[in-house]
């Protein structure tokens, strides 16, 4: 019987406390629902509208950054930093922050927050505070912590009396810092088989090289296409593989991070109080529009494009660069560009020896011991052909052919620096080919070759006498020339 009475008790309370609930929803629903005709079942709209703000009046924002607040103006639809107003700033990362500000909502608020729910929002000390000033006035927009559960930020706008709850798009658009809004110099694109002149001045010292398409026009050969002059002027052939790197670096060019907004009170820091200069002398193509035919017209100009260049970035291996007139300072990408910038860089000579183009060739004598070989070359008057005399008759081309390629690919297999002489090396030549060009600033140039050691021979030719070729490839010389 206590059994039963206890289970009637306890069905009553649970009860009591159903018919509690009902009754205080029905005076929650009672009291937050529409006056008026609105149909009985239409759910509340929780949002409310923080701020409206006006972007036609719009005329100043400010945000912090790094802990540091950045002042912005608005002037004639165009964005100034107050610390620097000679900075070109990208409007789009300005538009980007107050897109959701027109209006900025909420669907959820908190009324009187006391000072621990404050400080549990994190509106006590706000993550964010950014100042917006319209035609309406001037709006803060208080930013505190965030909230997993939701994805949103709590915050306030111009007091702490009401707190809201804002989308996190919203909140984290604002804070970039200087460099992520400013526009960066461009460099042009640079097509590497347009290049035709790199030029270095450093201090009273000066690099220059220059690419041939056809070849230097005073030399005796179309094979070297990059020469290198220093301030005196005189050209010298490079190695055409350095040439080509060069090339490749300087179309690869680009600014890779910005370092610094001010060149002025930055440079020395970067090595840029006595910048070098790089100057890239270019061809471009310019396509125009013919007005009568309405065909595309393409024509080449020819372009420069100058940097400073600075001190070596370590982490990177690039240097330190900016434009000229230009108040930013980049690292620019790039390190192939050291194997010829850096101060101590070596220029490469070319490998081949005597790539000589015989069209260039009046006369050539080859002697060998008691052996004497000479050719003459010529141009017919009536046929434009080539004529090759050999003791005062005419010969075909296809006799003289291996021994003319066996000398064009001639080519050094080691130099005097990396190999030492035995004591049987000597000045006595073992092959001598005297060439006689009708082409360039040289006449006559002889080819000597010596012995040097038991693996080498010594060539001297054009001004180089460091240059050692296998004695298989002396041997093959010979053998040719005593064979004709």
């Not at 030492?420 to 006595?428: E, M, N, V």
Request: hydrophobic content about 40%; some cysteine.
């Amino acid at each position: 019987m206590a059994k039963k009475s206890r289970r009637k008790s306890l069905a009553m309370i649970v009860m009591l406390v159903v018919l509690g609930l009902l009754c205080g929803l029905y005076f929650v629903v009672t009291r937050t629902a529409p006056s008026g005709d609105a149909d009985e079942t239409t759910p509340v709209d929780p949002t409310v509208t923080l701020l409206v703000l006006d972007v036609e009046t719009m005329t100043g924002l400010r945000y912090f950054s790094g802990g540091e607040e950045l002042s912005f103006i608005l002037e004639e639809n165009v964005w100034y930093w107050e610390e620097d107003t000679s900075l070109h700033l990208d409007s789009t990362a300005f538009a980007s922050m107050v897109e959701g500000l027109q209006p900025l909502t909420s669907t959820v608020t908190i009324k009187a927050p006391d000072a621990d729910m404050l400080a549990d929002f994190g509106l006590d000390e706000p993550v964010q505070q950014v100042t917006l000033i319209d035609g309406t006035g001037t709006h803060t927009l208080l930013i505190g912590n965030y909230n997993s559960f939701n994805g949103c930020y709590y915050a306030a706008i111009d007091t702490t009396d009401t707190v809201y709850m804002i989308d996190a798009a919203i909140a984290e658009s604002f804070g970039p810092s200087i460099y992520e809004i400013l526009i960066y110099d461009t460099l042009p694109a640079i097509t590497q088989s347009k290049i035709y002149s790199v030029s270095i001045l450093r201090d009273e010292e000066s690099l220059t090289c220059t690419y041939y398409a056809d070849g230097h026009p005073d030399s005796y050969t179309d094979t070297f296409k990059w020469y290198a002059a220093d301030e005196d002027g005189a050209e010298t052939a490079i190695a055409t593989a350095q040439g080509n790197s060069l090339a490749s670096a300087i179309s690869g060019l680009n600014f890779n991070t910005c370092v610094s907004y001010d060149y002025a009170a930055d440079g020395a820091e970067y090595g840029l109080d006595n910048p070098a200069e790089l100057i890239i002398a270019y061809s471009t193509t310019i396509e125009t529009t013919d007005s009568t035919t309405g065909a595309t017209v393409s024509t080449e100009v020819d372009k420069t494009l100058t940097l400073l260049i600075g001190d070596i970035d370590e982490a990177s291996g690039c240097y330190y660069a900016t434009l000229p007139g230009s108040s930013l300072i980049y690292v620019l990408e790039g390190s192939a560009l050291t194997e010829i910038f850096a101060e101590d860089a070596v220029l490469d000579l070319p490998l081949q020896i005597a790539p000589v183009n015989f069209a260039y060739v009046s006369q050539v004598t080859f002697e060998a011991g008691l052996k004497r070989l000479t050719v003459s070359i010529a141009q017919d008057a009536d046929t434009g052909e080539t004529v090759y005399t050999v003791g005062g008759e005419t010969v075909e081309y296809t006799t003289l052919s291996s021994l003319f390629s066996a000398v064009q690919s001639l080519s050094a297999e080691s130099d005097t620096a990396e190999s030492a002489p035995d004591d049987a090396a000597d000045s006595t030549p073992l092959l001598r080919i005297t060439f006689a060009f009708d082409r360039g600033e040289v006449e006559q140039a002889a080819l000597i070759v010596t012995h040097y050691n038991t693996n080498f021979d010594r060539i001297s030719f054009m001004g180089r006498e460091d240059q050692l070729i296998s004695i298989r490839d002396t041997e093959d010389l010979l053998e040719l020339i005593e064979e004709y």
